[in-house]
Structures are given as structure tokens and as C-alpha cells.
């Protein structure tokens, strides 16, 4: 998925049959941090989604990953539907990361 965009991507998404469950898709930025942006509710149900939605906002560096989860199908997947359930950057792996956002 070199060179796509966000919306390319989220198009790639709404592709998806609604039997695949977890979707992981590799890509480079700026389009996965302007996905993970677009996707994820700016109001996270708990301050551990509000600051990795933050974090990504900072920065997405190389090799992170964002983990996005949402009820419904992924042909109706739409901006601000999703949860930022973690976000996991290279330095967070020496430090210990819980896995936990």
C-alpha cells in the first residue's frame, strides 16, 4: 500500500467481506497516521485513548501501530467511528509495554 492515501486506504477497508474480523493493513506515513486520525473518535472513553490519540497526533513514527476497533461492518466504517484501543510505538517496546492503552 505504498503511496496510498487515507481514503484510498479506508477504501481498501470498505472492501473487506464482513466474515474478516481483524484487519491489519501495513503502510507508511502520512497516510496511516491521517487513517488512524480519521477513524478514531476524538472523545475516547477512557484518558488512556485520549492520550494515545494524542500521541499519535505528535508523532507516528516508524514501525508504530495503531490498533483501531469498531462495532458494524467495514463497508459502513466512517470517520470519528472507531476507538483507539492502543497505540504502540518502537521506544514503548524497551520501556515495557503493557499492551494496554
Do not use: C, N
Not at 501501530?65 to 472507531?82: C, D, H, K, M, N
Request: no cysteine; charged share 20%.
Amino acid at each position: 500500500m505504498y503511496g496510498a492515501t487515507a481514503a484510498e486506504l479506508l477504501g481498501l477497508a470498505h472492501e473487506m467481506p464482513t466474515a474478516v474480523r481483524t484487519l491489519l493493513m501495513v503502510g507508511h506515513d502520512p497516510a496511516m497516521r491521517e487513517l488512524t486520525l480519521d477513524l478514531a473518535s476524538s472523545t475516547q472513553p477512557d484518558d488512556a485513548g485520549a492520550e494515545a490519540l494524542e500521541r499519535v497526533r505528535t508523532k507516528f513514527p516508524t514501525a508504530a501501530i495503531a490498533v483501531l476497533a469498531f462495532t458494524g461492518s467495514w463497508r459502513g466504517l466512517e470517520p470519528e467511528q472507531a476507538r483507539l484501543a492502543d497505540f504502540v510505538v518502537p521506544s514503548d517496546l524497551r520501556a515495557g509495554h503493557d499492551g494496554s492503552a
